[in-house]
């Protein structure tokens, strides 16, 4: 274990592995070279704060918790180090594609499966989410950046609490954000990236910078944008998300290794005495005395298959994710009651939101061959991986430093686009700067047709769904799966926002400042796809998830009958119970990188928890 990661974790596997009583266990593991909390609460398996999930929030918690090192945590992870699991696929950027297809094999993904969707053809589909220290973090295309001013806006009204504006989470978001320029040249000179000095914060934790490479494919796609009228911005770290701009990538510069908030928050703060991290490790439930008080998680180790009771003194902190956390809250007692009884779980608390109005985002593609060496070479022909292999090894730079998707545009869709919206869809008001569309790039195509060709994708991304999904149980038991329902595209305003979001792609990439690269005719659709109804076909049939749902346990005031978690992250109905992650948002704020939401609400609420006074 120690070789392969600089682990030194599994705790829970050592506890059992001893077979003794617990506190003849917590003196030998303390007196061994393994990282472990203050020996009394090792040895009680008794900690202030016990967090389930170490994944992109949970670790952001565990490691701002045990700045304090009079307080100890415990962090329950089903996963283990992403690195001894996945080796190299989860460190270099250009293997994101790779591993996205790998990942649930390796068992670094939970495989899970949404429901067959009722808008989408009855298809179904799998959602990545990590199983792993650093959880999706691992998984993700790394983009990162912050949401709109009017969204923070909205996000502090929806919650009755000024700290959620922009300007007052400014300070969490530079927090966070460790910003490192790319190598000096490493980037083509027509992709010169863009931030403004005082944006660019850089004594934050998170790695943050621009690709070391920008694809040729991604050079031209600004053209295109350019001549549709979606300019160049400086990056989305201002509060703006309208226009187009290079991306940040939670990367390290100059190594050009991912960001995550494994390696970013955890592993330098490894080795304190407080802090105990129970990796392979499953929680089954959370554990509630009579006074609906969360006193401690029951877990089940995964090497051993032992079950045992980790125990919360100030709180038990969920953050196992958008699925996982609504999960365990209908497990353990909270959720709708009609749920919880149909599956004889003693009620706790009645919480008719748990695991309701999940936002998620739906993205659709438009394929064309290219004039151009794109990602489709790296995969036909060796001579050239080789050699790129090479320069990343070498010099940490060319299409292996980054993922590939270069840049991100957002806009509201322009008005001759608008006229054949429905009165529901024109009725649906967003605050004047949240985007409608994003316009993403791929450096690859979807198949490759013919050998030796290159492809390359476009898509649009509906960034304001009004459609919602759910999360629901189908056992009492955790270890079955959850019914996941995204329930994409329910609203028929998504279709009609998605339709022109992907006419507006065909319009960028039909322009004459592309026409040098393209050749032939459009792949996908296809030319044959051509009234709004063909085009929403389309939509329905190659319709895919980017892997961004959100919101699942509402935030929102304690009257709201809907909301789950109050404005502090709080389980509203329970005593010391918060969950912090993907799931606590009141809806899916725009921007091009949800991460960084996880990211920068954990480092608010963190702040929170330490000044809580018990
Ligand atoms: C393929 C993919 C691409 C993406 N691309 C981007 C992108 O480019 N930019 C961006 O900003 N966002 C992207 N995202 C989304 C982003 O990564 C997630 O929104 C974010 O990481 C979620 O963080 P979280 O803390 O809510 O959950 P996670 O990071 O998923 O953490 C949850 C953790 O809880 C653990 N866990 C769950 N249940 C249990 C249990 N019962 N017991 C013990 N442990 C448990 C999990 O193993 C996991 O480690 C992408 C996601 C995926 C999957
Ligand atoms: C990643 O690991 C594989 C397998 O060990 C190796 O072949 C490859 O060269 C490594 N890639 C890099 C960029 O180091
Ligand atoms: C989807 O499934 C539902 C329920 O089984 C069925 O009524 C409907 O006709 C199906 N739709 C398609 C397009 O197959
Ligand atoms: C930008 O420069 C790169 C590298 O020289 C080149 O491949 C690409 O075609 C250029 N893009 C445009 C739009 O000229
Ligand atoms: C794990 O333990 C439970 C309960 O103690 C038992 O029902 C189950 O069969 C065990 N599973 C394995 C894989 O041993
Ligand atoms: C719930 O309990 C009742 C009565 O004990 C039993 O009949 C029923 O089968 C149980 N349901 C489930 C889903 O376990
Ligand atoms: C590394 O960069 C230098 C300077 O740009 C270049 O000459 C060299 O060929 C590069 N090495 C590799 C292996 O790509």
Do not use: C
């Amino acid at each position: 274990m120690h070789s392969l990661s600089g682990y030194s974790v599994l705790l829970s596997a050592l506890l059992s592995l001893l077979h003794s009583s617990s506190s003849v266990l917590g003196a030998q593991a303390s007196s061994s070279e393994r990282p472990s909390p203050s020996s009394a609460a090792f040895a009680l398996r008794r900690f202030d704060y016990v967090i389930v999930g170490g994944g992109t929030a949970g670790l952001v918690l565990a490691s701002r918790l045990t700045e304090n090192r009079h307080i100890t945590v415990a962090v329950i992870e089903a996963g283990t180090s992403p690195e001894a699991v996945a080796g190299n696929l989860t460190v270099v950027p250009g293997y994101a594609g790779a591993l996205f297809g790998e990942a649930t094999q390796l068992n670094l993904d939970w495989g899970f499966q949404v429901t067959p969707q009722k808008s989408l053809l009855n298809r179904t589909a799998s959602y990545l989410r990590g199983k792993a220290l650093g959880g999706s973090s691992n998984l993700n295309f790394m983009s990162y950046g912050q949401s709109s001013k009017g969204s923070h806006k909205k996000w502090a009204e929806l919650v009755s609490d000024q700290s959620y504006t922009y300007e007052n989470m400014l300070q969490y978001y530079r927090k966070a954000m460790k910003f490192t320029e790319p190598q000096a040249g490493a980037r083509s000179a027509n992709a010169t990236a863009w931030i403004a000095a005082a944006d660019a914060a850089a004594s934050g934790t998170l790695p943050v910078t621009f690709g070391a490479y920008v694809q040729s494919w991604s050079t031209w796609v600004a053209l295109g944008l350019e001549a549709i009228g979606i300019h160049q911005v400086s990056a989305f770290v201002n509060g703006n998300n309208l226009g187009w701009a290079w991306n940040l990538y939670t990367i390290k510069s100059p190594k050009a290794t991912r960001a995550t908030s494994e390696t970013a928050y955890l592993r330098p703060v490894l080795r304190r005495h407080n802090l105990a991290v129970f990796d392979s490790t499953f929680a089954r439930r959370i554990v509630f005395d009579d006074s609906k008080t969360a006193t401690g998680v029951e877990v089940t180790s995964t090497m051993t298959n032992r079950t045992y009771i980790v125990s919360a003194d100030k709180e038990v902190i969920l953050s196992a994710g958008v699925f996982q956390s609504p999960h365990l809250l209908l497990v353990s007692g909270v959720g709708p009651k009609a749920v919880l009884e149909q599956y004889n779980i003693s009620l706790i608390a009645d919480r008719p939101g748990v695991g309701q109005k999940m936002y998620d985002q739906n993205s659709i593609s438009v394929m064309y061959q290219v004039d151009l060496v794109t990602n489709t070479r790296l995969s036909q022909d060796p001579d050239y991986a080789a050699e790129v292999l090479e320069e990343y090894k070498h010099n940490r730079t060319g299409p292996l430093s980054s993922p590939g998707g270069d840049l991100f545009g957002q806009e509201k869709i322009p008005k001759e686009f608008r006229a054949g919206f429905s009165d529901d869809t024109k009725a649906y008001k967003l605050p004047a700067d949240w985007p409608e569309i994003g316009y993403v790039v791929y450096p690859n195509g979807a198949s490759v047709l013919q050998k030796g060709a290159n492809y390359a994708i476009m898509q649009a991304l509906l960034m304001a769904p009004r459609s919602t999904g759910s999360v629901t149980i189908k056992s009492a038991d955790m270890a079955v799966a959850p019914v996941i329902n995204p329930d994409w595209f329910s609203s028929q305003t998504d279709v009609e926002v998605m339709v022109a979001g992907l006419k507006r792609v065909r319009q960028a990439l039909s322009s004459s400042a592309m026409a040098p690269i393209i050749i032939g005719d459009e792949l996908l659709p296809g030319q044959s796809v051509k009234t709004e109804e063909d085009m929403a076909l389309y939509v329905a049939q190659r319709g895919s998830t980017l892997y961004h749902a959100m919101a699942s346990n509402k935030m929102g005031k304690t009257s709201d009958p809907d909301a789950v978690v109050d404005n502090r992250g709080r389980v509203i109905g329970v005593k010391k119970l918060r969950v912090i992650d993907g799931s606590a948002f009141p809806f899916l704020p725009p921007g091009p990188s949800p991460q960084t939401q996880v990211y920068v609400l954990a480092e608010k609420l963190a702040d929170d928890i330490k000044n809580t006074v018990y």
